[in-house]
């Protein structure tokens, strides 16, 4: 979760709905919940979107449409992208993990949220044993990324540890080590 200037919440691959994750929410955020950011479609399916909805009624539901088809979110994202969401945000689609994968920035915080699509422990990784859409598909959407996508300074993924980096070239080859592991090989 991030607070921006208005106060609101924004949340990305939350878990499961509680009152009580509800109240942390409304403590942290006196203005509300703004955003529901959802990276891929397992969030999609276990993060009880609905109910978020009905505490948050003017909550933004966001996901992309092969994820999420039909779901009666109120941004359901087609197409390649970018967009952009409002409030500071984009998204943009990075098939692999999911069909609708997407990446999440906020420039003024210099994030990127990657969901499953990239994280971190000792290494970059791109998960290849969860890969769900093709290795080869994932691996060219994190190489795209690391190419054509803005310079931020953290990447947050939904697993692992956050990523920093102090230029664009780390940045790159961060990307480009997970994206070699779903090759089957590391540079």
Same mark, same amino acid.
């Given at each position: 979760?991030?607070?921006?200037?208005?106060?609101?919440?924004?949340?990305?691959?939350?878990?499961?709905?509680?009152?009580?994750?509800?109240?942390?929410?409304?403590?942290?955020?006196?203005?509300?919940?703004?955003?529901?950011?959802?990276?891929?479609?397992?969030?999609?399916?276990?993060?009880?979107?609905?109910?978020?909805?009905?505490?948050?009624?003017?909550?933004?539901?966001?996901?992309?449409?092969?994820? &999420? /088809?039909?779901?009666?979110?109120?941004?359901?994202? *087609?197409? $390649? #992208?970018?967009?952009?969401? !409002?409030?500071? %945000? =984009? @998204?943009?689609?990075?098939?692999?993990?999911?069909?609708?994968?997407?990446?999440?920035?906020?420039?003024?915080?210099?994030?990127?949220?990657?969901?499953?699509?990239?994280?971190?422990?000792?290494?970059?990784?791109?998960?290849?044993?969860? &890969? /769900?859409?093709?290795?080869?598909?994932?691996?060219? *959407?994190? $190489? #795209?990324?690391?190419?054509? !996508?803005?310079? %931020? =300074? @953290?990447?947050?993924?939904?697993?692992?540890?956050?990523?920093?980096?102090?230029?664009?070239?780390?940045?790159?080859?961060?990307?480009?080590?997970?994206?070699?592991?779903?090759?089957?090989?590391?540079?």
């Amino acid at each position: 979760m991030f607070v921006l200037p208005n106060k609101k919440a924004v949340l990305v691959d939350v878990p499961y709905y509680s009152p009580e994750l509800a109240a942390e929410v409304r403590r942290q955020a006196p203005g509300g919940l703004s955003h529901l950011l959802l990276t891929h479609d397992d969030f999609v399916g276990m993060s009880s979107h609905g109910q978020w909805k009905r505490d948050f009624p003017e909550l933004v539901r966001v996901a992309h449409s092969d994820d &999420c /088809r039909g779901q009666g979110l109120e941004a359901e994202l *087609s197409g $390649r #992208g970018p967009w952009e969401l !409002g409030v500071g %945000l =984009q @998204a943009y689609h990075l098939p692999g993990h999911s069909a609708g994968s997407l990446f999440f920035a906020s420039p003024e915080l210099s994030a990127l949220f990657t969901g499953d699509s990239l994280g971190f422990w000792s290494a970059p990784t791109g998960f290849p044993a969860f &890969c /769900r859409f093709g290795r080869a598909r994932q691996a060219a *959407s994190l $190489r #795209g990324f690391a190419r054509d !996508g803005p310079f %931020l =300074q @953290a990447v947050l993924p939904s697993h692992g540890d956050p990523m920093y980096f102090d230029n664009d070239h780390q940045r790159q080859e961060a990307f480009n080590q997970a994206a070699s592991e779903l090759e089957g090989h590391r540079r």
